[in-house]
């Protein structure tokens, strides 16, 4: 099956500077990208998605970026602020299944 | 909108006890799934259905059940509770690239 691999588990970076989240997967099938932010005590909440037949894509301070071909991924946030503290998870999917990363806390310090 | 819910958001259960967590999703979606969040782990998938009455084992099935007699509900079964099931425990619901999580059941077994 996937594997879906996430680094950093953690990251602190302070306010107004940029956060680089990285994944992997095995699986060359895999052709669906998603990213969710989970807020402490909330559910996690899809922020932004690539598929396999685009290269980037953004949407105001996030942009995500695959390369198929390495089979990688990557969330950027451009200046950050508080309210992106956060835990971050990648996906992978193909199909009905989803395969997640086990997540990374970011911490903005003001 | 996807809307998943789940019957509870805390729930503190007895070594031993039959525990039912109950999940609902309202846009008639095929798969659903039963998630558990524990720290440094990630999201692990527990089981996941595909339609009525159908179960997949996930990573980690041993000690739980599941039941899907109608679309719109999947019950997560804990048969005898024990206390390394103590989590968080997140349902969700997919149908193509449309995936929703519910908000989630802390569960203590003590």
């Known amino acids: 099956g996937e594997n879906v691999e996430q680094h950093p588990s953690t990251l602190s970076v302070q306010e107004g500077d940029s956060a680089v989240i990285k994944c992997t997967y095995s699986d060359s099938a895999s052709n669906y990208f998603p990213w969710y932010k989970q807020e402490l005590g909330k559910r996690p909440q899809l922020i932004i998605d690539i598929r396999s037949n685009v290269g980037e894509k953004k949407d105001q301070r996030i942009a995500v970026t695959l390369n198929k071909t390495a089979k990688h991924f990557s969330l950027h946030i451009t200046e950050t602020q508080p309210e992106d503290s956060a835990v971050y998870f990648c996906a992978a999917s193909m199909g009905n299944q989803f395969y997640f990363g086990t997540g990374t806390s970011l911490t903005v310090i003001p | 909108d996807v809307k998943v819910t789940q019957s509870s958001r805390y729930l503190v259960k007895r070594t031993g006890e039959k525990v039912f967590l109950e999940c609902v999703q309202d846009m008639d979606h095929e798969n659903m799934f039963w998630y558990r969040q524990d720290p440094g782990l990630g999201l692990r998938l527990i089981y996941f259905?595909?339609?009525?009455?159908?179960?997949e084992k996930g990573d980690i099935p041993e000690g739980y059940s599941v039941s899907r007699e109608k679309k719109e509900r999947f019950s997560l079964i804990l048969e005898s509770a024990s206390t390394n099931q103590t989590s968080m425990y997140l349902c969700?619901?997919?149908?193509?690239?449309?995936?929703?999580f519910g908000p989630g059941t802390r569960l203590t077994v003590t």
């Open positions: 259905s595909y339609d009525v009455k159908m179960k």
């Open positions: 969700a619901s997919s149908y193509r690239d449309s995936f929703a």
